[in-house]
């Protein structure tokens, strides 16, 4: 079967469809993907929302690519006059769901760190989605999360996916067609292979297990990361999460190798960076 890396060779792509879209709409999508704004920032939302002639892609896109809480903020806040009523009506909606999704899987990381990580007392960090947002004193229903990530110490991974299956947590072994491990052999081929263990609880939040960090490119010293972890409050629990210049680069490095292709993601990046505004040397010298 053909990849589509082959069909984009036997089928090339139009130049056209590569150059960056310079609309209204795209140049609203980047700019309502930020955290924050300027007061130069919030003109400019008013300014561009008067030429976009095509919502319907606004919102669509805004909310596949998980920027959609922020957008309809920054939207109603500086150019409700300018946005249809219903467009922003349907944002709102949105919106709701994506931070009723993000804080359905905040809960589902609280409950698995309490059932499966205290009570073993090893070495974890939690890495992007909730963890990232709070560990930058963003909200959490601003930041869309579709799952939760959890590096823990080599030694301790097989522990980890054994306490979780115990606990009643699924592991997964396909998602097409989906299918769990379904015997105590499956379970402990995964346990000790899998570079990382994909659960599922019962609220069908998936929650990855990584013994390693990252895949290509930057080599991270685990040691390190589990030793300068930070802290966190988490819905009233506190946890540990990577020290902040180090997430810095893993996040830099990991929505790289998926060519930033969520504007969810750049808000990251934009509010990472207004963090470290008086610390460029020191992320470099990480780097």
Same mark, same amino acid.
Request: proline share 2%; net charge positive.
């Given at each position: 079967?053909?990849?589509?890396?082959?069909?984009?060779?036997?089928?090339?792509?139009?130049?056209?469809?590569?150059?960056?879209?310079?609309?209204?709409?795209?140049?609203?999508?980047? #700019?309502?993907?930020?955290?924050?704004?300027?007061?130069?920032?919030?003109?400019?939302?008013?300014?561009?929302? =008067?030429?976009?002639?095509?919502?319907?892609?606004?919102?669509?896109?805004?909310?596949?690519?998980?920027?959609?809480?922020?957008?309809?903020?920054?939207?109603?806040?500086?150019?409700?006059?300018? +946005?249809?009523?219903?467009?922003?009506? /349907?944002?709102?909606?949105?919106?709701?769901?994506?931070?009723?999704?993000? $804080?359905?899987? =905040?809960?589902? $990381?609280?409950?698995?760190? /309490? =059932?499966? %990580?205290?009570?073993?007392? %090893?070495?974890?960090?939690?890495?992007?989605?909730?963890?990232?947002?709070?560990?930058?004193?963003?909200?959490?229903?601003?930041?869309?999360?579709?799952?939760?990530? %959890?590096?823990?110490?080599?030694?301790?991974?097989?522990? +980890?996916?054994?306490?979780?299956?115990?606990?009643?947590?699924?592991?997964?072994?396909?998602?097409?067609? $989906?299918?769990?491990?379904?015997?105590?052999?499956?379970?402990?081929?995964?346990?000790?292979?899998?570079?990382?263990?994909? #659960? +599922?609880?019962?609220?069908?939040?998936? %929650?990855?297990?990584?013994?390693?960090?990252?895949?290509?490119?930057?080599?991270?010293?685990?040691?390190?990361?589990?030793?300068?972890?930070?802290?966190?409050?988490?819905?009233?629990?506190?946890?540990?999460?990577?020290?902040?210049?180090?997430?810095?680069?893993?996040?830099?490095?990991?929505?790289?190798?998926?060519?930033?292709?969520? $504007?969810?993601?750049?808000?990251?990046?934009?509010?990472?960076?207004?963090?470290?505004?008086?610390? /460029?040397?020191?992320?470099?010298?990480?780097?």
């Amino acid at each position: 079967m053909a990849t589509k890396y082959q069909n984009s060779m036997t089928h090339p792509i139009s130049p056209a469809l590569l150059q960056p879209r310079q609309d209204a709409a795209a140049k609203l999508l980047l #700019l309502t993907a930020r955290a924050e704004l300027t007061a130069a920032q919030a003109e400019e939302i008013q300014q561009l929302a =008067a030429h976009v002639t095509d919502w319907d892609y606004f919102v669509e896109t805004s909310a596949n690519k998980f920027s959609i809480p922020l957008s309809y903020r920054h939207l109603n806040a500086f150019a409700s006059d300018v +946005v249809p009523k219903t467009t922003l009506d /349907r944002m709102r909606r949105l919106a709701k769901l994506s931070g009723l999704h993000s $804080l359905k899987n =905040a809960s589902a $990381l609280v409950a698995f760190h /309490r =059932a499966c %990580i205290e009570t073993l007392g %090893i070495k974890y960090v939690y890495m992007k989605g909730v963890a990232l947002s709070r560990q930058f004193n963003r909200e959490i229903a601003d930041r869309f999360s579709r799952d939760v990530d %959890i590096l823990v110490e080599e030694k301790s991974f097989r522990r +980890v996916v054994l306490t979780a299956v115990e606990n009643g947590y699924q592991l997964l072994i396909d998602n097409q067609p $989906l299918e769990f491990a379904a015997s105590k052999q499956d379970v402990s081929f995964i346990a000790q292979h899998a570079v990382v263990a994909t #659960l +599922v609880d019962s609220g069908g939040v998936h %929650i990855e297990i990584h013994r390693r960090l990252g895949k290509l490119g930057l080599k991270f010293d685990l040691n390190e990361i589990m030793d300068n972890a930070e802290q966190v409050d988490l819905l009233g629990t506190r946890i540990k999460t990577i020290e902040k210049a180090t997430h810095f680069i893993y996040i830099c490095s990991h929505h790289s190798r998926h060519f930033w292709s969520r $504007l969810h993601w750049l808000t990251d990046l934009n509010a990472m960076a207004n963090a470290f505004q008086n610390e /460029r040397e020191y992320i470099i010298k990480k780097a």
